[in-house]
């Protein structure tokens, strides 16, 4: 399998719908494959630094073995106490959002590492600044998304939303998964109804569904076959 030239960028279609979880495995899973990725969170919310326990960067870099002795920090850009979208917890700290120094370190991690997975912060139209909101960060980075959505309930007006809007930016998405973390299990059928329903209408394939995973160590191969089929032919 050949790396993907262009950065992925990881997007929920709301906020606690599993980014986080999809970018640790598609570390875990472009290491397997013999590749040099990096995570990158530009924003971070709700976390008073890169080392807090609710530090994105550093759930990843605890869960991902050639990551354990490096810097969380590293991967983050802007980090901020309050968790709100990144303009207001910004603006409660006297501070802004600066999108030049987000594209410059993108650039760079893209240059020194192969695939940059940016993961982004809440759902689509988040605001990072004024002006600024996460289709712009994608523009900007040149990343593609990959659509992090729930399983269950409601993930269909949700998900087709979030492709519409996409659709109508230009931004093609390398596709979507379903993550069912809930400590009860979506109902099969539900789920089954949900794909075909967002691939229906939206004409984006659903690359798979990633169960509740209580061992970041040890994901199920189904991961794996789930990011083998949707990379297989970058």
């Not at 719908?17 to 495995?25: A, R």
Request: some cysteine.
């Amino acid at each position: 399998m050949k790396s993907p030239l262009s950065p992925i960028f990881v997007l929920g279609t709301d906020t606690g719908v599993g980014k986080t979880v999809l970018s640790l495995l598609l570390m875990r899973f472009f290491y397997a494959e013999g590749c040099t990725p990096f995570y990158l969170k530009p924003l971070q919310t709700g976390c008073r630094d890169p080392y807090d326990t609710d530090s994105d960067a550093q759930f990843i870099y605890r869960h991902v073995e050639p990551l354990q002795e490096k810097d969380p920090a590293d991967s983050v850009i802007f980090c901020y106490n309050h968790p709100k979208a990144p303009w207001f917890a910004a603006r409660d700290e006297g501070k802004v959002v600066e999108p030049d120094r987000i594209e410059r370190i993108v650039r760079d991690k893209q240059s020194r590492y192969t695939p940059l997975i940016i993961e982004g912060a809440g759902g689509l139209f988040v605001p990072m600044t004024k002006r600024f909101m996460t289709p712009d960060l994608m523009q900007l980075s040149g990343a593609r998304p990959l659509v992090a959505a729930r399983a269950g309930l409601g993930t269909i007006n949700h998900t087709l939303l979030t492709l519409e809007v996409l659709e109508h930016r230009g931004l093609v998405p390398l596709g979507v998964v379903f993550l069912d973390a809930g400590k009860i299990p979506a109902p099969s059928e539900m789920i089954d109804e949900n794909i075909e329903a967002v691939e229906h209408f939206s004409g984006i394939s659903v690359a798979g569904v990633i169960p509740r995973i209580n061992d970041f160590s040890r994901p199920p191969e189904a991961v794996h076959r789930i990011f083998r089929n949707l990379f297989k032919n970058q």
